[in-house]
């Protein structure tokens, strides 16, 4: 079968002892990065020495096939660099090559950067939405968190530290200043540090820099009716930021429940 495992994101004392005997085990590891999969083996003191298989984005569609071949006759396990894979990391291709060819798949579970930001966030944690990372480019990271703004759900986002401050600048001007958030740094780590209040009073502190593992949790919009002059105006913003007009329309469509043809046509009727 294909065994998901996940693997400490910052304190080796996370390591369950579920995972530690899999690794005892294993004869055959797909690893997002292979060195740090030694290192990991190392620092928990596993002296088995599986075959490592490098199993990253840029090779997951050309590697499932084959782990899951293996997985046929042996125990395949699956890991990411930190937290479970499958979440923002390798390991979705696997799984749905594995089930539609029937082969099993199965799971250690373990510690999560996602659920334990929104955990300590301070934000509601009944419902909410996982969102990866934010584009890198200004213009699409506005347009993406536009539509994010009526998002009633508390929002968690990855982001790397040297953008941390421009997007939370961004995230004040698309979802209001005085939207709550959390940023969590270094989670489980020595210098874990979990910062909140306001998005622009985080975009202040952001100023200075940013450093480690960050996690953005974003307070939900309060649930409201969006009115049609306001739905065109986001798809005239999403047409100035580079989208299709077409697109634009779907994507607000979907957000607000106004037609998309309505919307299209609505914003023909004023500036791009």
């Not at 999969?37 to 190392?42: C, E, G, M, N, P």
């Not at 020595?190 to 952001?206: K, N, Y």
Request: negative net charge.
């Amino acid at each position: 079968m294909i065994i998901l495992a996940a693997t400490p994101i910052g304190n080796l004392g996370d390591a369950s002892r579920r995972l530690v005997e899999a690794l005892e085990q294993a004869t055959t590891v797909a690893a997002e990065d292979t060195r740090t999969t030694q290192r990991l083996l190392a620092a928990l003191g596993v002296a088995n020495r599986p075959r490592l298989i490098a199993l990253h984005d840029h090779n997951e569609k050309d590697r499932a096939p084959e782990l899951v071949e293996l997985a046929r006759t042996q125990d395949v396990l699956v890991l990411s660099d930190a937290g479970m894979p499958t979440v923002s990391d390798p390991g979705y291709g696997v799984v749905a090559a594995a089930a539609a060819a029937g082969v099993e798949v199965t799971a250690i579970p373990g510690p999560s950067a996602v659920v334990t930001a929104l955990a300590v966030s301070g934000l509601p944690t009944d419902r909410f939405t996982f969102e990866g990372f934010v584009p890198r480019k200004h213009g699409e990271r506005m347009g993406a968190l536009r539509l994010l703004a009526a998002e009633p759900r508390t929002m968690v986002f990855f982001e790397a530290p040297t953008r941390v401050a421009a997007t939370l600048v961004d995230m004040a001007t698309a979802f209001g200043a005085d939207r709550r958030g959390a940023v969590c740094r270094e989670l489980t780590k020595l210098h874990e540090q979990v910062v909140r209040g306001t998005l622009a009073e985080l975009a202040t502190w952001a100023e200075g820099g940013v450093r480690g593992e960050v996690v953005v949790v974003v307070e939900g919009g309060a649930a409201r009716e969006v009115p049609l002059a306001d739905a065109v105006a986001q798809v005239r913003a999403l047409v100035g930021d580079g989208v299709r007009r077409k697109d634009a329309a779907a994507e607000v469509s979907g957000l607000t429940g106004h037609s998309s043809r309505e919307l299209y046509q609505a914003s023909l009727s004023g500036p791009a």
